[in-house]
Every structure is written in structure tokens, then in C-alpha cells.
């Protein structure tokens, strides 16, 4: 079956760097786009960013752009996420994603690493 | 900018029917597939409702799906209500290559 394992959460100072990852398995892993999405607390879940099967297509959040880095290894099953000059607001439960064929959202979650940012 | 507005909660009592709206802004709610996702505290989402209408498999029928055009509107259904149903729900659909979601609606079933 198929299972999305994040790893790579903590805490981080304003400013500071982490990097998440995303172990796959129990699918095709090259054949699917995939995504990350985040939930802060007391807040409601938002997407972060997307990349393409062939990692050739990357989409952002307005709210990330220009400071995370989404990127895959189809050889060792795995995404990331780059997340450079973090911020307090970046705080939340990160959640690795695969998303269905035919624009038919998210088929399956992981079960999410969270990020603290705080001094 | 695509928005998705949905109610910040509803309630109803066990065996009841409920129904959560999800009403798009600045684009046309058709245009794109709307699914549904189901979040119970402490957990992962899970998704309920896909492309509108379709259960993924393992999902009951009591969960349902739809649109409509008239209102820019998607709505999911939940009938027969269980405790177990007590939980955050989100819509979500896509507007120029991006993900959009709903604020969500936190149902108490009680």
C-alpha cells in the first residue's frame, strides 16, 4: 500500500534553515506529481508547493515563494523541501502528499513532520 | 484571486443529515475538480471526495458530493451521522496551476 513517511522537522530560529524529506513506497513513484502541504495551528491546511512527475515543473505558495525549494530523487523514492529565512508564520505540521491523476487532488498523505520556528 | 469560503463549523445530532458548502469567488467553481478532505484531531487528512463526486475506495456512502453551477458552489453530504465523523472538513480545487483551498468547517456531531 502506499505509504509517505516525512522526516526532517524541528526547531529552527527565525531566519534559519531545514530541510524536509519524503520517503515513498508502495508505488510508482516517478509516475505521479507530488506536494507539500502544511497546517498551522489553529489554522487550516495550506498548500505549499507542487512539482511534476518528471521534476521539470515546480508550483509555490505566495506565502513561500522565493525561499523553499521543492525537488525529488526518483532513484531513491524521495521529496523535499528546501526551507530557507524561515519565518514564526512557518510554523506548522508539514504534510508530504501524492497527488491523483486527472487534477483529482490529493490520494494519499503522509502522516506530517512539524516545524517550529522560534527564538 | 480564486477563493473557496466554506462555514467555520456546523453541528448536528447522531443519524441526521448534514450538508457542508464550499462557495468559490473570482472564478467559476466548475471550471475545476473539487474533492473533499476529512481531518479528525491529531490526525492526518484523509480524502473523502474526489472530482467533484467520486468516493475513493474504503470512503462509505454516506459521504457525497456536488456542484453547482447556478450558486459556484460544491457541497459535501454527510448522512446518517456518527461520532466518528467529528472533524475538520476542507474543499480544494486548483485556479492558474495552483492549489486552493477551503478555510475549512469543523463539524460536531453531538
Known amino acids: 500500500q502506499v505509504q509517505l513517511v516525512e522526516s526532517g522537522g524541528g526547531l529552527v530560529r527565525p531566519g534559519g534553515s531545514l530541510r524536509l524529506s519524503c520517503a515513498a513506497s508502495?508505488?510508482?513513484?516517478?509516475?505521479?506529481?507530488m506536494s507539500w502541504i502544511r497546517r498551522a495551528p489553529g489554522k487550516g491546511l495550506e498548500w505549499v508547493s507542487d512539482?511534476?512527475?518528471?521534476?521539470?515543473?515546480?508550483t509555490y505558495g505566495d506565502s513561500v515563494k522565493g525561499r523553499f525549494t521543492i525537488s525529488r530523487d526518483d532513484a531513491r523514492n524521495s521529496l523535499f523541501l528546501q526551507m530557507n529565512s524561515l519565518r514564526v508564520e512557518d510554523t506548522a505540521v508539514y504534510y508530504c502528499?501524492?497527488?491523483?491523476?486527472?487534477?483529482?487532488?490529493?490520494?494519499?498523505w503522509g502522516q506530517g513532520t512539524l516545524v517550529t520556528v522560534s527564538s | 484571486n480564486f477563493m473557496l469560503t466554506q462555514p467555520p463549523s456546523v453541528s448536528e445530532s447522531p443519524g441526521k443529515t448534514v450538508t457542508i458548502s464550499c462557495t468559490g469567488s473570482?472564478?467559476?467553481?466548475?471550471?475545476?475538480?473539487v474533492q473533499w478532505y476529512q481531518q479528525r484531531p491529531g490526525s492526518a487528512p484523509t480524502t473523502m471526495i474526489y472530482?467533484?463526486?467520486?468516493?475513493p475506495s474504503g470512503v462509505p456512502d454516506r459521504f457525497s458530493g456536488s456542484i453547482d453551477s447556478s450558486s459556484n458552489s460544491a457541497s459535501l453530504s454527510i448522512s446518517a451521522l456518527k461520532t466518528e465523523d467529528e472533524a475538520d472538513y476542507y474543499c480544494?480545487?486548483?485556479?492558474?496551476?495552483?492549489?486552493?483551498f477551503g478555510g475549512g468547517t469543523y463539524l460536531t456531531v453531538l
Open positions: 502528499a501524492r497527488e491523483g491523476q486527472y487534477s483529482s487532488g490529493v490520494d494519499s
Open positions: 508502495g508505488f510508482r513513484f516517478s509516475d505521479y506529481y
Open positions: 512539482i511534476s512527475n518528471s521534476g521539470t515543473y515546480t
Open positions: 473570482g472564478g467559476s467553481i466548475a471550471s475545476n475538480y
Open positions: 472530482q467533484d463526486d467520486q468516493r
Open positions: 480544494q480545487s486548483f485556479h492558474d496551476n495552483s492549489v486552493v
